[in-house]
């Protein structure tokens, strides 16, 4: 599977490290010749060559910040599957959303024509690389409307270590977002740090 990071900060590292090691990865950047000089050695060009190249875009860019990404590289998502990562925060750091909407709806309002799943925003970026904390696998949040597009990153998730768990259909990010603000919380606010995530057990029958 060829898949493009849109974003190199934090998650675009990560997440790309993790998903490296399965799979061929592009990055996507504004500015490819200075992202070059903080992820050494990657494959980094523009945002619409790494999605018009990739099956699969993961759109790890700040909430605020996703619209005029997707409008970059409007051409070429039409059928593709767009992970949505992101914890719809504004500029202080206040929740950007109501109960009744999603950041992962809004996200597939603006980028008609493809497949949006929720993915990964419950993870801090310092633990997708292996999908853990210590040696507890971590649990993903996956929603979307698209059963096929949803069981491939759920296959993905598997790949770097993950525990994806199913919530439903993209209007469920509702509920998957605010886990997200949560961990924030946490691990800043709460100053639990960043070496913390989450886990959902059940009991076998
Ligand atoms: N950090 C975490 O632990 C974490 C965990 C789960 C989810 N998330 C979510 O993942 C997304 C990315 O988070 P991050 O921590 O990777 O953020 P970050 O370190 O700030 O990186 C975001 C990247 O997005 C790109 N970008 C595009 N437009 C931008 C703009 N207008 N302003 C700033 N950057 C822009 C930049 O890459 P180029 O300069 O190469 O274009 C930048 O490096 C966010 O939506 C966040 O809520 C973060």
């Known amino acids: ?71 970059k ?3 070429s998502i039409k059928g593709k599957i767009i992970i949505d990562v992101c914890n719809p925060l504004g500029s202080n750091f206040e929740w950007k959303k109501d109960s009744q909407d999603s950041a992962a709806e809004e996200i597939a309002r603006q980028a008609h024509g493809a497949k949006v799943v929720k993915a990964f925003n419950t993870i801090f970026a ?35 270590g993950m525990e994806p768990v199913d919530v439903g259909a993209l209007k469920k990010a509702r509920y998957i977002e605010p886990a997200g603000i949560m961990m924030i919380e946490l691990g800043y606010a709460k100053n639990l740090g960043t070496n913390i995530g989450l886990k959902l057990v059940k009991q076998n029958k």
């Open 73 to 75: 590289m409007r051409e």
């Open 126 to 160: 310092e633990n997708m690389k292996t999908g853990k904390v210590g040696k507890d696998k971590l649990t993903t949040f996956i929603a979307g409307d698209d059963e096929e597009a949803k069981n491939k990153v759920m296959d993905l998730a598997r790949g770097i």
């Open 1 to 71: 599977m060829r898949i493009a990071i849109i974003g190199t900060g934090n998650v675009g590292k990560n997440l790309g490290a993790a998903l490296e090691n399965s799979n061929e990865v592009v990055y996507g950047s504004r500015d490819p010749t200075a992202a070059k000089t903080k992820l050494k050695g990657k494959n980094i060009i523009g945002i619409n060559d790494a999605a018009k190249s990739a099956d699969v875009i993961v759109l790890a860019v700040p909430y605020l910040a996703a619209k005029e990404t997707i409008e």
